[in-house]
């Protein structure tokens, strides 16, 4: 019995080309000026980024968006700076209307839902917060990102089932990288695929989901 519900944002409760072709280059245009803009904010992220990668943090960072590396640093400064975009009217959260629909279902049902994305907390709260169905957020009983640990080891999602206080084979992920589906069932947690474009996986849409008949 599914007793909570752990879901990725990018490609699966939203769009890849809304992270990718949107938010990753608003993020990237803007990181010289907003560190400029905001010295004290930044100065901890730039001084974590030198310590990984000796040289000029912001060459460092944007190579890391170019090659789409998931540290946490950038992870965090991106969060940052779509907070303004976000709060600015530049964008608003993409969110499949499946997606809604089956978050909203299972909420009103009862069970707890969490996010689990490569994204920082503060930026899957922007998403949801700032989503084109109005904010999500209320939905939701926690977030988690990369510090809770990667997203293709078996030992993230170990530690999601004890915070929540879930025993870790009655939670359900939600991914559309089999990597990470392959890993949280590493854990024991139950998982399902889902490919939106229709290729092989455990699902297309949220739709298909029947919280009794998703397999281990």
């Known amino acids: 019995m599914i007793k909570a519900i752990l ?4 490609g699966t409760t939203s769009s890849i080309s809304f992270v990718a072709d949107v ?3 608003y993020a990237r245009a803007r990181l010289a000026s907003y560190c400029a803009a905001h010295p004290d904010q930044v100065a901890p992220i730039l001084a974590e980024v030198q310590a990984m990668e ?6 460092t960072m944007t190579r890391w968006i170019d090659t789409d590396q998931k540290i946490t640093p950038l992870k965090t400064l ?4 779509w907070d303004a975009g976000f709060k600015d009217g530049a964008f608003k ?3 499949y209307s499946d997606a809604v629909a089956a978050l909203k279902r299972w909420h009103a049902a009862g069970v707890p839902l969490f996010v689990f994305s490569s994204g920082s907390v503060a930026a899957q709260k922007l998403i949801f917060g700032y989503s084109e169905a109005g904010d999500l957020t209320p939905l939701f009983s926690g977030y988690f990102d990369t510090t809770t640990g990667p997203k293709r080891e078996s030992v993230a999602y170990t530690r999601i089932a004890g915070a929540i206080g ?3 084979g009655q939670v359900l992920f939600l991914s559309d990288v089999s990597a990470e589906t392959d890993a949280a069932k590493a854990a024991g947690m139950q998982a399902l695929l889902i490919d939106r474009e229709g290729g092989p996986a455990d699902i297309a849409s949220f739709d298909a989901i ?3 008949e998703a397999t281990a």
């Open 7 to 10: 879901t990725d944002i990018e």
């Open 23 to 25: 938010l990753f280059p």
């Open 54 to 59: 000796p040289g000029d943090p912001i060459a």
């Open 78 to 81: 991106q969060g940052m700076i």
């Open 93 to 95: 959260g993409h969110v």
């Open 166 to 168: 879930v025993p870790v």
């Open 210 to 212: 029947m919280l009794d």
